[in-house]
């Protein structure tokens, strides 16, 4: 036992004797035989300021020696490395995981509330089982969107590296590549990272790394669920020529009961309409920059809705988005149009006695009152003025134009 610890022998039995301990696959090293040594009692916990065993280990070559920095006690409580503190399970920072699952830290730091905190925490660890974290964290919800994005999935071994030598700094190192530390520049003293506590990392609080991290996944693109509730169909792009709706289907019918697949492979595109909006959000949040069929990433989009397309159709715009290109030769649309229930008018009403249509082009007098109703002709529509009282160069349909090919012998032949 170190000398520095004697005095403190009061709570002794609280002291931690551990044979094996808590560490991350980064910070455990890359080589299967590695080494350690045991230290029993050898330091106090930076945490909890309680003697542990220290373990002191290489983790692999041209990398720097490490040690455990906080007993497992406390490394159980947070569930992070006794080295890193980072989480086991994402190897992320505290800071980082608990505002995912909207933890709040309620861990004292005054040295009497921490003992008495710790003791109970100590006592709730051994009742129960070693294969799921305590306290608030076991309370806590499904991890989200946000935090398995950002989970680190493989080791990162370069964090194992020496550190930077300062004699190399100054330009006086003189061992060359035999030297142990790093020949590389330092980063900047007014960077953020280069100022980092191991109390802010395991309270969660002005972590510059964590604040990096949540930085980046603001920055991260997301969908947006629209405000109408009536759309329940989801986007589906990029599909390619190998994707069928059968593929689609056997996709999403997880999410919810689908009522309709459109498939459209001039575009390459779906139309997935869902029986309910709930499944629709839910199709949209699991499949958002993650959708992946026949090793194509595809792009999930909320659809829009009827009033959208309808505006977007007259404004010249299909209901898929692309434009309409008008047709060439085609009349303008008449100053004074009829109304859009026009054929569905009551002959009594007045309405229709006092429908004043525009005179067609060559008449004298304007025709009478409901002339242009098909129930005040025999044969529904009427006649159209003959080909004599029509103004020569006024042009009103593509086949009155006498330069068409077969206008003038139409014409010899009707007079």
């Known amino acids: 036992m170190a000398t520095s610890l004697g005095s403190n022998t009061y709570n002794r039995q609280n002291w931690e004797d551990s044979d094996f301990p808590i560490l991350c696959q980064t910070c455990l090293g890359e080589n299967p035989y590695i080494r350690m040594t045991k230290e029993k009692y050898g330091k106090e916990c930076k945490i909890c300021a309680r003697p542990f065993t220290v373990f002191r280990w290489c983790p692999g070559v041209r990398m720097r020696f490490k040690k455990t920095e906080v007993c497992q006690t406390c490394s159980k409580m947070k569930n992070v490395c006794q080295t890193c503190l980072l989480d086991l399970e994402y190897g ?160 999403f019918y997880q999410f919810g009961e689908i009522r309709t697949i459109t498939l459209v492979q001039k575009q390459q595109c779906a139309f997935i309409q869902f029986a309910t909006r709930q499944g629709a959000e839910q199709a949209a949040e699991k499949s958002f920059n993650k959708l992946i069929i026949n090793g194509r990433r595809l792009a999930v989009k909320w659809g829009r809705s009827q009033g959208a397309k309808g505006k977007d159709i007259s404004d010249g715009f299909s209901e898929m988005g692309t434009r309409l290109d008008p047709v060439p030769g085609l009349p303008a649309p008449l100053e004074n149009e009829a109304p859009a229930n026009y054929f569905n008018l009551d002959p009594s009403s007045s309405s229709v006695m006092n429908l004043s249509l525009p005179p067609p082009p060559g008449l004298p007098n304007p025709p009478p009152p409901g002339f242009g109703h098909p129930m005040f002709h025999p044969m529904g529509l009427p006649p159209p003025p003959p080909m004599s009282l029509r103004p020569p160069g006024l042009i009103h349909y593509p086949s009155q134009d006498p330069h068409r090919m077969g206008a003038h012998s139409a014409i010899r032949h009707s007079d």
């Open 92 to 251: 992320l920072p505290i800071q980082v995981r608990d505002t995912s699952l909207s933890i709040k830290d309620d861990m004292p730091r005054s040295d009497v509330n921490k003992e008495y905190y710790t003791q109970n925490m100590e006592r709730e660890i051994q009742n129960s089982d070693d294969t799921r974290p305590v306290g608030m964290l076991g309370k806590a919800q499904k991890p989200s969107d946000m935090l398995l994005k950002l989970a680190r999935t493989s080791p990162y071994y370069k964090r194992n590296r020496p550190h930077i030598c300062s004699f190399w700094v100054k330009g006086e190192c003189k061992r060359g590549e035999e030297c142990p530390y790093r020949h590389e520049k330092p980063t900047d003293p007014d960077d953020p990272l280069a100022d980092q506590n191991i109390k802010d990392r395991y309270y969660g609080i002005n972590d510059p790394v964590a604040n990096k991290l949540l930085n980046r996944a603001s920055a991260m693109p997301h969908l947006d669920v629209p405000e109408d509730k009536s759309i329940t169909t989801l986007y589906i792009g990029g599909l390619g020529e190998d994707i069928t709706d059968s593929e689609l289907r056997s996709y």
